[in-house]
């Protein structure tokens, strides 16, 4: 059978309107907490970066498994004739989502208000001395010292239009712990597969695809339209995921993980997290503001921090709170960090009779009662957790008084200077995939760029000076001897209280897949749709 021109035209128009429309794919995204802020310098914390990743871009990035390849920057090296001295050539044909080339003078400019005072993501470049521009197309970051693994950092950089800020004075990185707002904080400039449509703090925030991706046909970017909508009660989460309300739910609730599973209308994804949950305390007062011992401050006697360690069930935390989808340890370093040994990862024993001994050795044969922080919109099972060491502590005679409280309030708590918590819960995931990460963050005396969220009061010149020279130590089998010194004794000290290596379930419609990301942040970007 003869088909006519005028038929043949219909038939071609039809199908690229029904192409048309299959392109024009929504994804509604929901998980337990809202990204902080919009600032790309502004909060170094999960749930943010995984937002805006989809709307700003570093020079490298790392893929789903943790493996690094380039995104901004198409190659990198040291300058042979300069070791201290690393080449970023950019991807020329750049543009941000308004239209305008991206340059080194934007790489310069958003380094710069990186490491200005008020950025949370200073801690990542404490070794570099200057960033420069050669040209429009190449940028010298320049170090201090020789610097090996500084590639390692540039991922969780995130470049921003130069022009844009000043336009709109958004030139300095927001005060996150002073609840600072600039421009900056609700808006957004990037060059990112996603561009912002509307932001409403902890109730929405809509992103629609950058057309002028200059990563489209590199990547599916089959997701034209993002709708991100915190859902902070577990089982409204999951009764909108069954409803078909949403499409991906991030923070699965462990109790729920086989019952999704069950359901042939969806996908259930797990796999493990570059992210160890553990609690702080206070171990440098004088005094603690929220105990009940007069003068004196139990944390800083490392007998009660070892009771308090070995009082922990973390098997017990691990069956029944987090229904095993948790790895037990005794050290604030996930698997995935250079510097990880089993030895070091192997948690203590619980032993209540042991702990007591400890506490009474120690001058609380009665314990003592102390507040405790912790966020109930972070973490897997996070506020349960808690309640369930509360009572583990109440066996040696420590009376907790538990305050569960958003993750937006709680941070700033630790990262007040001086803190405003005494004994906290906190997880650290590991970007840079390197100790060094962990020990600047959270070990460092804190003070300008180092220690940003070391609210324990910790402070050990010897350790300081080692962690300082692990940013300039070219030769690696000395540079992780070095590591692995200073593991031991902070191990040895108890700073912490290590409690599990976090493992991570997704909940999808059936008709995608996407992978559990080990930095817990999505990749958009690179979600196929399958089927209808």
Same mark, same amino acid.
């Given at each position: 059978?003869?088909m006519? *021109?005028r038929?043949?035209?219909?038939?071609l128009?039809?199908?690229?309107?029904?192409?048309?429309?299959?392109e024009?794919r929504?994804?509604?995204?929901a998980r337990s907490?809202?990204s902080?802020t919009?600032?790309?310098h502004?909060?170094n914390e999960?749930?943010?970066?995984a937002?805006?990743?989809? *709307?700003?871009?570093a020079l490298?990035?790392?893929?789903?498994?943790?493996?690094?390849?380039?995104?901004l920057?198409?190659?990198?090296?040291?300058?042979?004739s300069?070791?201290?001295?690393?080449e970023f050539?950019?991807?020329?044909g750049?543009?941000?989502?308004d239209?305008?080339a991206?340059t080194?003078?934007d790489v310069?400019?958003?380094?710069q /208000?990186?490491?200005?005072?008020?950025s949370?993501f200073k801690?990542?470049l404490?070794n570099v001395?200057?960033?420069?521009?050669?040209?429009d197309?190449?940028v010298h970051i320049k170090?201090k010292?020789?610097d090996p693994?500084l590639?390692?950092?540039?991922?969780s950089?995130?470049?921003?239009s130069?022009?844009?800020a000043e336009?709109?004075n958004a030139?300095k990185?927001?005060?996150?712990?002073?609840?600072?707002?600039?421009?900056?904080?609700?808006?957004a400039?990037g060059t990112?597969?996603y561009t912002l449509v509307? /932001?409403?703090?902890d109730?929405?925030?809509?992103?629609?695809r950058n057309?002028?991706?200059?990563g489209?046909?590199q990547?599916?970017l089959e997701?034209?339209?993002i709708?991100y909508?915190?859902?902070?009660?577990d &089982?409204?989460?999951?009764?909108?995921?069954l409803?078909g309300e949403v499409?991906?739910?991030?923070?699965?609730p462990?109790?729920?993980?086989?019952?999704?599973?069950?359901?042939?209308?969806?996908?259930?994804?797990?796999g493990p997290e570059?992210?160890t949950?553990?609690?702080?305390?206070?171990?440098?007062?004088?005094?603690l503001?929220s105990?009940?011992?007069e003068?004196?401050?139990p944390?800083?006697?490392?007998r009660? /921090?070892?009771?308090?360690?070995i009082?922990?069930?973390?098997t017990? *935390?691990?069956?029944?709170?987090m229904?095993g989808?948790s790895?037990?340890?005794g050290?604030i370093?996930?698997?995935?960090?250079n510097?990880w040994?089993?030895?070091?990862d192997? &948690?203590?024993a619980?032993?209540?009779?042991?702990?007591k001994?400890l506490?009474a050795d120690a001058?609380?044969p009665?314990g003592?009662?102390v507040?405790l922080?912790?966020?109930n919109?972070?973490?897997?099972n996070?506020?349960?957790?808690?309640?369930?060491a509360v009572?583990m502590w109440g066996?040696?005679?420590?009376?907790?008084?538990?305050?569960?409280?958003s993750?937006s309030?709680?941070?700033?708590?630790?990262?007040?200077n001086?803190?405003?918590?005494?004994?906290?819960m906190?997880?650290?995931g590991v970007p840079?995939?390197d100790?060094h990460?962990?020990f600047s963050f959270?070990?460092?005396?804190?003070?300008?760029?180092?220690?940003s969220?070391?609210?324990?009061g910790?402070?050990?010149?010897d350790?300081?000076?080692?962690i300082?020279?692990l940013?300039?130590?070219t030769?690696?089998?000395k540079r992780n001897a070095?590591?692995?010194?200073?593991?031991?004794?902070l191990?040895?000290?108890?700073?912490?209280?290590p409690l599990h290596h976090?493992?991570?379930s997704?909940a999808?419609?059936?008709?995608?897949?996407?992978p559990v990301?080990v930095?817990n942040?999505?990749?958009?970007?690179?979600?196929?749709?399958k089927?209808?």
């Open positions: 059978m003869k006519t *021109i038929g043949l035209l219909a038939v128009a039809t199908t690229t309107m029904l192409a048309g429309i299959a024009a929504t994804l509604k995204w907490g809202d902080l919009l600032d790309p502004g909060q999960g749930p943010t970066t937002l805006n990743q989809h *709307i700003y871009e490298t990035e790392r893929d789903h498994t943790g493996k690094l390849g380039p995104s920057a198409t190659s990198w090296q040291v300058l042979p300069d070791n201290k001295t690393w050539k950019l991807r020329p750049v543009k941000f989502h239209g305008t991206l080194a003078d310069v400019f958003s380094y /208000r990186a490491m200005q005072p008020t949370d801690g990542y404490t001395a200057e960033v420069v521009k050669v040209d197309l190449t170090t010292g020789p693994l590639v390692n950092n540039t991922t950089i995130y470049i921003m130069k022009a844009w336009k709109n030139t990185a927001q005060d996150f712990k002073n609840k600072e707002e600039n421009f900056s904080v609700r808006n400039m990112g597969p509307s /932001r409403e703090p109730v929405k925030t809509v992103l629609k057309e002028n991706y200059w489209k046909g990547v599916p997701v034209s339209e709708v909508t915190p859902i902070k009660a &089982a409204t989460r999951v009764a909108a995921l409803s499409d991906f739910v991030q923070d699965v462990v109790q729920d993980i086989q019952r999704l599973k069950g359901d042939q209308k969806l996908r259930v994804t797990t570059n992210r949950i553990f609690f702080g305390m206070d171990v440098a007062a004088k005094d503001k105990d009940n011992v003068g004196k401050n944390f800083a006697d490392k009660v /921090r070892q009771a308090m360690n009082a922990l069930n973390r017990a *935390i691990q069956r029944v709170v229904r989808e790895v037990p340890t050290i370093m996930p698997p995935f960090v510097g040994t089993k030895e070091l192997e &948690a203590p619980t032993d209540v009779n042991a702990a001994k506490m001058g609380y009665n003592f009662s507040t922080h912790c966020p919109d972070r973490y897997v996070d506020e349960a957790i808690c309640q369930a009572g066996q040696i005679g420590i009376k907790v008084n538990l305050v569960s409280q993750k309030i709680h941070f700033t708590l630790i990262q007040k001086p803190p405003e918590t005494e004994f906290y906190v997880g650290w840079t995939f100790s990460y962990i959270m070990y460092n005396t804190r003070g300008g760029s180092l220690g969220w070391n609210a324990t910790y402070s050990n010149k350790i300081d000076a080692k300082l020279s940013t300039s130590e030769d690696l089998a070095t590591i692995g010194e200073i593991w031991k004794t191990k040895d000290e108890v700073v912490y209280l976090q493992a991570l997704y999808m419609k059936s008709n995608l897949d996407i990301d930095s942040s999505p990749k958009l970007k690179a979600v196929s749709f089927g209808s």
